[in-house]
């Protein structure tokens, strides 16, 4: 039997108000490694409950956005509401909200307000543009961000529109910057003894802009803009995609000299490997069609199966453009339990993404998906609140939850 490990952020209390993907995530991640977290909702609900697939119409998204949550219902509008939620962030460590700029604050619900009945509260407030700046009002979502941040203007084809991704990566890149950083603010309060709290003030596109690497420094130093160049790189070759005989796509990348000699090798012989023009990163780029053309036809000669046995014989790096299905017949993907089943209330069995990143003594798990609206208004409420049962059903009658 395996030992049980202890979750590495158990006794901690985080609050969730916040809605759609980014804030919510950082809720799905600590809550993963052990918080206690409660999602806080409008009687409406959460508008990712109606976002994206449905079955049954439970919203799946939200199913995993918000697992491992405990889910109540507040009216912030409502003055009761209001009462109630304070109550609740006297106990929390980490508060999550996302409403524009000044929204909290028109509550009475601010960082001010809400510091001194707590003043060890870590607030992280997810914002389109963050808390200050000429934009700080604007409504701001993942596909802003990644518009304005310089993201799409350097993705796609050289003679076709920016791209914007067909998922949510900027708020996923922004929830990860928003955990470490909430992290960080707790290390401050509880290993280094300042015994404070703090708000973090995290925009969704400033974390995709810093991921995106030296363009800023680039543009100073050398006046460079970046453009659109497809799936190649202006800073090395072979990198693309390349199709094989049997119609499947496949990624190259050839980030060392020694991968670089050994893919030039095996698609094009040791000749091509030796030429002068293929030597430095900088004269690759020069003849990337050159080199581009000998890669891919020798690809387009084979079959998916020997075009990635191949590459591994000659220790190159090479993927799969894999769809959903193929991942889930992946052998790789299977061996690490990348997907795990669950049980659900109103699903019954289904199979989402693990919690990740996995870790030895402290690991992640994911306990059950995201629950009903208000699921657990009668268990935090009463039981932890002291609300009674009549006060309940009056709180709701009046729309206060």
């Not at 000044?102 to 870590?122: A, Q, S, Y």
Request: hydrophobic content about 35%; proline content about 6%; some cysteine.
């Amino acid at each position: 039997m395996t030992e049980q490990k202890t979750a590495p952020l158990q006794g901690l209390r985080v609050i969730d108000a916040a809605t759609v993907i980014a804030g919510p995530t950082i809720g799905m991640l600590m809550g993963d490694f052990g918080a206690d977290v409660i999602k806080v909702e409008h009687p409406r609900g959460d508008v990712l409950r109606e976002t994206g697939q449905k079955k049954d119409g439970v919203g799946l998204w939200f199913k995993m956005a918000n697992r491992n949550k405990r889910c109540v219902t507040l009216n912030f509008s409502h003055e009761k509401g209001q009462a109630l939620f304070k109550e609740l962030v006297k106990t929390a460590d980490v508060l999550i909200e996302n409403f524009r700029t000044g929204t909290m604050e028109k509550w009475g619900l601010g960082w001010e307000d809400l510091k001194k009945i707590n003043p060890r509260l870590v607030m992280v407030r997810v914002t389109g543009f963050g808390q200050t700046g000429p934009y700080k009002n604007r409504p701001g979502f993942g596909t802003i961000a990644e518009a304005f941040s310089g993201f799409a203007s350097i993705t796609g084809v050289p003679d076709g529109p920016p791209t914007l991704p067909n998922f949510g990566l900027a708020d996923g890149v922004a929830a990860a910057y928003g955990t470490f950083a909430a992290m960080f603010a707790l290390y401050h309060r509880d290993a280094q003894g300042s015994g404070e709290g703090q708000y973090i003030d995290l925009s969704i596109y400033e974390p995709l802009f810093q991921v995106m690497g030296p363009q800023p420094m680039e543009y100073d130093q050398l006046g460079v803009i970046q453009q659109r160049w497809g799936n190649r790189s202006k800073n090395n070759a072979p990198r693309n995609t390349y199709q094989s005989k049997d119609g499947h796509w496949v990624a190259i990348s050839t980030n060392s000299p020694a991968i670089v000699t050994r893919v030039l090798t095996l698609c094009g012989g040791p000749e091509v490997a030796a030429d002068p023009r293929f030597q430095t990163p900088q004269d690759r780029v020069k003849h990337i069609d050159e080199i581009d053309g000998i890669v891919a036809g020798w690809i387009a000669r084979h079959d998916l199966k020997t075009v990635l046995e191949e590459f591994e014989k000659a220790e190159a790096a090479i993927g799969p453009a894999y769809t959903i299905d193929q991942i889930y017949q992946d052998p790789q993907y299977q061996a690490r339990n990348d997907i795990i089943e669950i049980e659900d209330e109103d699903l019954g069995k289904l199979r989402m993404t693990n919690a990740f990143p996995f870790m030895s003594e402290t690991p992640a798990k994911v306990r059950h998906p995201g629950q009903r609206k208000g699921q657990s208004n009668e268990e935090i409420l009463c039981g932890e609140l002291g609300v009674s049962k009549e006060e309940l059903a009056k709180l709701k009658e009046e729309g206060a939850i």
